[in-house]
């Protein structure tokens, strides 16, 4: 079972992942800042949310430049009297806008929460994308059997309300589905009828 993860890139970013029993434990370094904390399964989201972004403004202009510096040497061995110092500049430009347009361009890779809340980022492709996908399979799975066990179980020192509210928590953190949800609600009042017959059954579903 691949319980952790490290991610290297060319920016000098390093981040670690390791699965732990009572949460994500997450590493970060970069040029400016590093950090380390333990994340509760309860803030682990199994929905995944990329974005792009970058300074196209630079990307444009790197092409335009480019086209110019292009334009210039054709002009010249045309015989129209460009120095070629001329469209090497526009060139040399060129090359370097398309450089800062590449350090700035970032590839978001997050896991988060419904809403979009809660985000994990993690660097795409790193150390490649099936070992990516393989990690968060694995956290998943490991974050829903531990959210299962601490909140899916009936307690009977907890009214019938409180545990039906457990199973609606579960369900809507996408750690079971409505059919799982409608069976665990029905053993909740068979149960509960059981250790208490004289008290009336509730009938709950999932709104």
Known sequence: MNESLVQKDLRFRYKSFLITEKGLQVKHKSLLRSGEYLLAYENVGTRI????RGIYGLLFSSTLLGLVSVLLYLLRNDGEGVDSSVYFFYF???IILLILFL???KRNFYLVKHGNVDAIEFLQNKPSQAEVNTFIDVLKATRNTFLL???GQINFGFTREENYKNLVWLANNEVIDNVEFNNMVNKLNLQMQQQNPHKMNFDFSLN
């Open 49 to 52: 949310y990329k974005d792009n």
């Open 92 to 94: 040399g430009i060129s």
């Open 103 to 105: 350090i700035t361009y």
């Open 149 to 151: 066990n601490k909140y």
